[in-house]
T-cell receptor
């Protein structure tokens, strides 16, 4: 089974530039997550999609971050303009996303992330 | 709001020995999941073990086991017969349980700050 694919693996930009990350989840997974992991911290959820709809974007800095999941499959996360504090690893994850009936049994599968350095 | 605390930034253990990583959490929820994830240098988060709060029996997965103390809100990970490949960051995480007929809502994972485990040869 193919895992969660992310690209690029590394990105270096200067502050105020824009950058985009791409994620292709596991086939058939309805739920897709973007996490931000700053050095020395645990990952923090930025946005969660269920198919192509947003479930939770409460911690997404919407003045500079945007994300979309067209057709409910792959997703892009964009930062425009970037700030120094955006330097982090951006992890994408996916899960089957089945709810209702029996208790949820969510297992998240993570990609290897994109390491962003903003200079 | 839920919080997860890992008070050990770094741990070291000799190969073949046993080590325990600590985690405490705070929540007002009665039904939830707790997880331990491993993050090697490749950066990919790998699920090590999962515990459902309504189950009293501690979860085990081969060399990995947990000590779940619901009243104390404690969830420690024990690694037996440590191997060099166990060297990684370990994150404790919390997920609110959706429950029956819980549709369209978040299953957000809340992570602790991690413990860097080094297995020494």
């Amino acid at each position: 089974e193919a895992g969660v694919a992310q690209s690029p693996r590394y990105k270096i930009i200067e502050k105020r530039q824009s950058v985009a990350f791409w994620c292709n989840p596991i086939s058939g997974h309805a739920t897709l997550y973007w996490y931000q992991q700053i050095l020395g911290q645990g990952p923090k959820l930025l946005i969660q999609f269920q198919n192509n709809g947003v479930v939770d974007d409460s911690q997404l800095p919407k003045d500079r971050f945007s994300a979309e999941r067209l057709k409910g499959v792959d997703s892009t996360l964009k930062i425009q303009p970037a700030k120094l504090e955006d330097s982090a690893v951006y992890l994408c994850a996916s899960s089957l996303g089945v709810w209702g009936g029996t208790p949820t049994n969510e297992k998240l599968f993570f990609g290897s992330g994109t390491q962003l350095s903003v200079l | 709001a839920q919080t997860v605390t890992q008070s050990q930034p770094e741990m070291s253990v000799q190969e073949a020995e046993t080590v325990t990583l600590s985690c405490t959490y705070d929540t007002s929820e009665s039904n939830y999941y707790l997880f331990w994830y491993k993050q090697p240098p490749s950066r990919q988060m790998i699920l090590v073990i999962r515990q459902e709060a309504y189950k009293q029996q501690n979860a085990t997965e081969n060399r990995f086991s947990v000590n779940f103390q619901k009243a104390a809100k404690s969830f420690s990970l024990k690694i037996s017969d440590s191997q060099l490949g166990d060297t990684a960051m370990y994150f404790c995480a919390f997920m609110k349980h959706g429950g029956p007929n819980y549709g369209g809502a978040t299953n957000k994972l809340i992570f602790g700050t991690g413990t860097l485990l080094a297995v020494q040869p």
